[in-house]
């Protein structure tokens, strides 16, 4: 980790989705500004820790899915967000302990922490890199991409509560567009997204909340989330909420409960 990147300040003054997100899951790693935006959040949709919970349960069980499934030994997981554990590698190392992980983010929060997300097994390897989604080209021109991953193998590509925080007008589909093209037939795509579309009235309010704290979202409907996955071959079942993607136990939840569309694709 180089010395600059490590010296960023740290914004306290305005909440912070990643920290907001940290605080949802019952973290540590988040300031006042962050737990009072969080809380505003769960006033209005009480099911976010329900959904937060959830949408980590769908991206271990993704991973562990194409591990042992479609033979994936190697994740690029940008917006990775403050270290929960386990950790994707932690997770994908269950199961194949050779198994490397390239994380990406740009909050310097997460930089703070990042060591947590070097703990690997001897067999495999992870590093992490200060990159933003929104410019893919500065994601595959850093060194430390290839120095862990082997471009010319099947590489899954992690997007886990990432593109609402992507507006149209930034172009999400061309940023994930580009992001696959960066990878090799076999790839996979797996992502959640958060969704109004089984309560709309609520979700306006957490768009506002959002906005308002000068963290722009757009939270999407399930044909907008499908089209992340145009080209792709999608798993069964499909764009399903995340609780009912192949899940571990018969879950209990209701839709609005967990507004979140979750689905995984392979590259042809």
């Known amino acids: 980790m180089s010395t600059p990147h490590a010296a960023r300040d740290i914004d306290t003054s305005k909440p912070h989705s990643a920290r907001m997100y ?67 590698h932690q997770v994908a190392q269950s199961v194949v302990p050779e198994a490397r992980v390239v994380y990406a983010d740009n909050d310097p929060l997460v930089l703070k922490y990042a060591e947590r997300l070097m703990r690997s097994t001897p067999q ?22 290839t120095e862990v991953l082997d471009l010319s193998k099947p590489v899954a590509l992690s997007l886990n509560a990432l593109m609402h925080f992507v507006p149209d007008a930034q ?63 999608l798993l069964e079942p499909g764009v399903t909420v995340g609780h009912r993607w192949r899940p571990d136990i018969t879950p209990e939840f209701s839709h609005a409960e967990v507004s979140l569309w979750t689905g995984v694709g392979i590259k042809p």
Not at 33 to 40: G, I, M, N, S
Not at 124 to 145: C, F, H, K, M
Request: a negative charge; proline letters at 7%.
């Open 22 to 88: 940290d605080y949802y899951l019952g973290g540590k790693d988040h300031f006042a500004v962050d737990k009072q935006a969080a809380e505003t959040v769960a006033e209005a949709y009480p099911g976010i820790f329900t959904c937060a919970r959830e949408n980590r349960a769908f991206m271990h069980r993704a991973t562990r899915v194409l591990a042992r499934e479609y033979g994936i030994r190697q994740w690029l997981d940008i917006g990775t967000g403050i270290p929960t554990e386990p950790n994707l």
């Open 124 to 145: 495999g390897r992870t590093t992490y890199i200060e990159a933003d989604v929104n410019d893919p080209q500065s994601l595959a021109d850093a060194p430390e991409l």
């Open 171 to 233: 172009k999400p589909y061309e940023i994930v567009g580009r992001l696959l093209d960066m990878l090799p037939s076999g790839s996979a795509l797996a992502l959640s997204h958060c969704t109004p579309d089984f309560d709309p009235e609520t979700w306006k309010k957490v768009t506002d909340i959002y906005n308002g704290a000068g963290t722009p979202v757009q939270f999407r409907s399930h044909d907008a989330v499908a089209r992340f996955f145009d080209g792709l071959d």
